[in-house]
């Protein structure tokens, strides 16, 4: 898996503890029917495959067999794949049940308008439903809205996209870095420039492709929204801000004093490669996860204040495939998921004793954590208020990540749903251009005037501005209501 991914991606994220059975919101109840066969249902994951899935799944099947009589076959799809192939899967009309979904990856909003993803609010508003609806944040339903109903069980986790640099703590100590005030893409120069003279093994600024630098803006379909303080909500491309060509043009200075790694724009991240320091979206005790995925220890900054936006709200979510044949069955396994903290902590951490034990009433930690036979992405797996907390975090993380959810900075686009249908060619069209530019742009590996130039004259060959005009008058709309 490209740590990398993980860093952009990672969105760790209080103990709501539920110690009652849950009861199915169909015919099938819990427990095990005399003479009724557990029902299978097939779970479609991202992130690769860990080594003792199939422990796991004997583990978990077993308790699963016990509480609503199912058992689950979860199949891992990479992080670079898992559009692609999920895609494949959906389109063929197969069968499965459950599959993760969110606003970067499993297409949530075009795969629910499409009718590929079952409508749950009948199960939601259900007795059955009551313990699920009132475990996750009422803000995270409001954000998994689409038309009016909701398509995708969300994962309690951080509300908001927390933009960060992560330092590597061995320079930091080194160096004395008061990294805890460097915020703005500027404030990194002095230190950068310190670490290209006295370390020349080390990468002062490291960047690989998937590297984007969007603090200030709502992307609502890329790279068309609203700049993150927008009131007026005026739609524009980012790439005609001039918030934008500063930051690209500060890559370009930096890249040129020989700051960013000559393959930026190519590179997948390395461990083998020495870092001051690369960016990351986060959240309270981001630090410990990257730490543990890393291998070494990092410490980290907020660029910008949390920003609560429709993508940040959506950014784990849990679908039902309308094609499944046990729907039913389906909401509770996803109900128990993320209300039973018994199976959650086992679809995250594994078996007790054998991949974790406990060092606390709350806490754990991990059993030889570099052979990572069991290491998954916690964050796509379900509610993560009531996972336990790893060995070195405190037992007030969850009511930080609380608190650290209310405090968050709303965007004035929240809500807003883009309806793509009449531009939808237009979109594959930009998406293209942007594969082409984008990661060479913040590579700073190019020009930017000449390169920017040429992105946003292929954006408008495309039809960027018949993206805007449809996203304006939509929005405009929807604010006036």
Partial sequence: MKKTKKLLALTMCTILVATTALVGCGKSGGGSAEGSAPTKLTWYAIGDEPKDLDKVMEAANEYLEEKVNAHIDMRYIGFGDYDQKMSVVINSGEDYDIAFTCSWAGDYLGNSRKGAFLALDDYIESDEGALLKETIDDRFWEGAEIDGSVY??????????????????????????????????????????LIKENEPDVVPLYITDGFSYTVFFDQLVDPVGVESDDDSLTIQNMFETEEMKQKLQTLRRYYEKGYINADAATAQDDDSVKRLVTKGDGQPYADTLWSKGLGYEVVSSYIVDTLITNGSTTGSMMAISSNSKNPDKAFEVLSLLNTDEYFRNLINYG?????????????????????????????????????????????????????FNDKAQVSPALGFKFDSSSVSNEIAAINNVLEEYKSTLYSGSVDVDEYLDKLNEKLHEQGIQKVIDEMQSQIDEWKAQ
């Fill in 351 to 403: 078996i007790e004793d054998v991949h974790y034990e406990k060092v606390g009433e709350e806490n754990i930690k991990i059993i030889n954590p570099d052979d990572k036979a069991y290491d998954v992405p916690y964050f796509a797996l379900g509610n993560l208020f009531i996972t336990y907390k790893l060995e070195d975090e405190p037992t007030t993380k969850w009511d930080e990540f609380q608190d």
């Fill in 152 to 193: 995708a069980v969300p994962g309690q986790k951080e509300l908001g996209v927390a933009p960060m640099w992560v330092f590597t703590k061995e320079y930091v100590d080194k160096y004395d870095i008061p990294y805890q005030d460097l915020h703005d893409l500027e404030d990194l120069e002095p230190w950068l420039e």
